[in-house]
């Protein structure tokens, strides 16, 4: 069996459609008023009943009339006659426009009412709930994936590298570099994540006693006279200190506990100690940290990198294009998964959301109301009379019926009252 055809509402209509369909029934309504009138009146003394219904009809049409006066005045000249005080919105566009730019700006972003609106929303919980609905957030990868192409098209390459060049130079700069070491060092250290560099450093070590052997045995012949040497003592001297070297690399590579890693840890935490208190090592590494920005090699390797990228993504293929997409939308998925389980994340997203929010309506409120006031008075007045009229253009066709039914009880209802107050002799 087929499937109906979807009902049209009102509410479902087009405006445009909707405002020209009622401007007919209001003018019919008009017409049909009209006819009534010249027919009674041709006929009203032939029945007792249609004095009153010409009545009906002769105050209809007024009302009508009135009504359409009052509704056209607003967007147009009546009949193009320069009557006072009509054409209100074309002639007062700016002045509509300011003042809905103010409306927004002082009843919708001031900081106030967007905190008080915002203070009992989930907006991270909300969000969250939406990305895990069906595969919504597949639908916001893949958009997010294709319009990074998109995207980086519409970007100057030179520009953008001059502007990562300045900021990466910038922040460099200010940062506290030996600060951020200094944390570095003890997360490594607290956590024990330290030991497999200490391993490495070990596993080199022994690799460079094993790879140097004959410099060590010539340095330690060099350092003997003719005697010793005569007797073969530097070689056997050689022998028993490459040997201990080599046996202690071992012991530390196998115990945990041995005293060469201890003594690494504790070279590793009086370094974090200076990167934070020696004000000599810190300005060394400062200025250090300011020349390697400033060199051409670190703005050219950033430039590059930069081109490299832009390319890899504008130029990637479908394959890859769906990689990026998933891997964005697993990462969705995971926040949003982590943002429900995670009552504190989620509170804290919240938090930082709505300060950003209203934040935002302080520093951007006046804005956007000006953005409103000027958009609208840059429209042409035929523009703003059709965009106006299409939105409520029904609703004032509405006002012309009513009018109309309203007109016409109205003369009836005087017609009724003369007649009984004033009765013919």
Sequence with gaps: MADKPPVTTLMQEDPAIAYRRMKRVATGLFLAMTLLFVVTKFFEASSPILPFVRAFAEAAMVGALADWFAVTALFRRPLGLPIPHTAIVPRSKDRIGAGLGRFISRNFLQPEQVQRR??????????????????????????????????????????????????????????????????????????????????????????????????????????????????????????????????????????????????????????????????????????????????????????????????????????ETDRLSNAIAAGLEDLARAIERDDELRESLNQRLKAWAVELADAQGAGVG??????????????????????????????RISGTVIGGLAGLTIHTLSIWLFPVK
């Design 118 to 319: 915002l203070k009992d929303m989930d907006l991270a919980g909300n969000t969250a709930a939406w990305l895990t609905e069906g595969d919504r957030a597949r639908r916001v990868a893949q958009g997010i994936a294709g319009a990074v192409p998109r995207i980086l098209g519409l970007l100057n390459e030179g520009k953008i590298a001059t502007w990562l060049q300045t900021t990466l130079t910038e922040r460099l700069r200010h940062a506290d570099i030996a600060h951020l070491l200094a944390e570095g060092l003890d997360i490594l250290i607290k956590g024990g994540r330290h030991k497999a560099i200490v391993d490495l450093i070990i596993f080199h070590a022994d690799l460079a006693i094993h790879s140097e052997e004959n410099m060590f045995r010539t340095r330690v012949s060099d350092k003997m006279d003719w005697l010793p040497k005569l007797f073969s003592v530097d070689a056997a001297a050689s022998d028993a200190l490459l040997t201990a070297i080599k046996d202690t690399l071992k012991d530390a590579a196998k115990d945990p506990n041995h005293s060469i890693r201890t003594r690494i840890d504790e070279a590793l935490s009086h370094l974090a100690r200076d990167l934070r208190h020696d004000p000599n090592l810190r300005d060394q590494l400062q200025r250090w940290v300011r020349e390697v920005s400033d060199h051409q090699v670190v703005r050219t390797y950033v430039t590059n990198v930069w081109s490299d990228l832009k390319k890899s993504l504008r130029e990637q293929s479908p394959e």
């Design 370 to 399: 000006t953005m409103v006031a000027e958009t609208i008075q840059g429209w042409d007045a035929r523009t703003v009379v059709d965009q106006i009229e299409a939105a409520v253009g029904r609703d004032l066709q509405y006002i």
